[in-house]
């Protein structure tokens, strides 16, 4: 075992504050790296979260854009949403893809996988890049009012860069794809 894989803090105790069917919050009592005794809160995500980057022979992609609540803001993002651990987390991405903008695709590639916020939370985040598609309707949840964007890749890069996306799986999505499929552009 390599000296940076052994965990350098102790925990007394664990009691689980909050559950619901999507979280949990548990309250570690510890002792820190450094000898403190403290508490470490960590927030148990029960799905994974599953990101789709779509593009098209032209080089466009698709945005969703939706009101997030926690944020108290509007937010630009890839395709997205939760997937079951017990699930295939492809099977969950063309779900997610085709519930939220009617876009099935043929080739599915993974590109990416991710820890959201590592230092309060488990959450795992899935991106996979879909590619040759065809075109439906979309069926979003009772809880997503979605408006949806179609606009040449570089203008969602451009978007990134800007800081007008920045939810992490969309911001990751975008500036793996721009440099595995344009890194010439």
Known sequence: ?????????????????????????????????????GIYGEVHFKNLAIGVIVLDDANN??????????????????????????????????RELLEETGIEAISWTEIQRIHLSNSV???????????DLSFGESNPEESEQLIIRKIPFLE??????????????SVAAILKVKITHFNSL
């Not at 985040?125 to 590619?131: D, E, R, S, W």
């Not at 860069?161 to 939810?167: A, F, K, P, S, V």
Request: net charge negative.
């Open 61 to 94: 992609t698709w945005l969703v854009g939706q009101y997030r609540y926690p944020l108290k803001a509007y937010s630009w993002e890839i395709p997205e949403g939760g997937g079951p651990e017990n699930i295939d987390p492809l099977t969950s991405a063309k």
């Open 1 to 37: 075992m390599k000296e940076q894989d052994i965990n350098p803090w102790q925990t007394l105790s664990s009691k689980k504050i909050y559950d619901n069917p999507w979280i949990s919050l548990t309250e570690h009592q510890v002792i820190n790296p450094g000898g403190g005794k």
């Open 156 to 169: 969602a890069y451009e978007m990134v860069l800007t800081g007008e996306i920045t939810d992490s799986l």
């Open 121 to 131: 939370s488990d959450e795992t985040g899935i991106i996979f890049l879909a590619q």
